[in-house]
């Protein structure tokens, strides 16, 4: 039996990755109104699209959904190889995060049209702040939150998408 054949239905792969990406949202939502990192990815990907800071939270939360439906059949394809279960979403979660903080944050600036990079002096034009390595740059507990989301998302999928 091929990965594709072994893979679940679309409309289940559909409901589980927005679920997940809802409670990912949710998580990084709640600790930035808490206070406990201003990081906002669905921000940084609507800004990446249009400078109108009200329509990004729009597109970005829309840019995002598509993100996390993407990865929920990169997860499904990993889940296939090596089974379904919370524990092991968890173990892809965290090291979806870990990738993303150690590598996808940093190399932002250097793709995102309207961000300033860790180089850049005062400019004219308000310009969005670099999100440093680990994404420290939006609070020290930005690291945390994020691979908390992350892990959420995968326990979600791990959890519910059938073997």
Do not use: C, K
């Not at 679920?19 to 669905?42: E, N």
């Not at 300033?116 to 740059?137: K, Q, V």
């Amino acid at each position: 039996m091929t990965l594709l054949e072994q893979m679940p239905d679309l409309l289940t792969l559909l409901v589980w990755g927005l679920a997940a990406s809802m409670v990912m949202v949710a998580i990084q939502s709640g600790s930035q109104h808490a206070g406990l990192s201003r990081l906002s990815l669905p921000f940084l990907f609507g800004t990446y699209f249009t400078a109108n800071r009200s329509r990004a939270h729009i597109i970005g939360f829309i840019t995002y959904l598509i993100g996390g439906w993407t990865f929920t059949f990169i997860y499904a394809g990993i889940f296939v190889r090596v089974g379904t279960n919370w524990w092991i979403g968890a173990i892809v979660g965290f090291i979806h995060g870990l990738f993303l903080l150690l590598f996808m944050l940093p190399a932002m600036p250097h793709v995102h049209p309207r961000m300033a990079s860790e180089y850049d002096g005062p400019t004219d034009t308000r310009r969005i702040e670099p999100p440093g390595f680990l994404g420290l740059n939006y609070g020290y507990r930005t690291p945390l939150t994020t691979l908390a989301s992350q892990i959420a998302y995968g326990i979600v999928l791990g959890g519910f998408l059938p073997s």
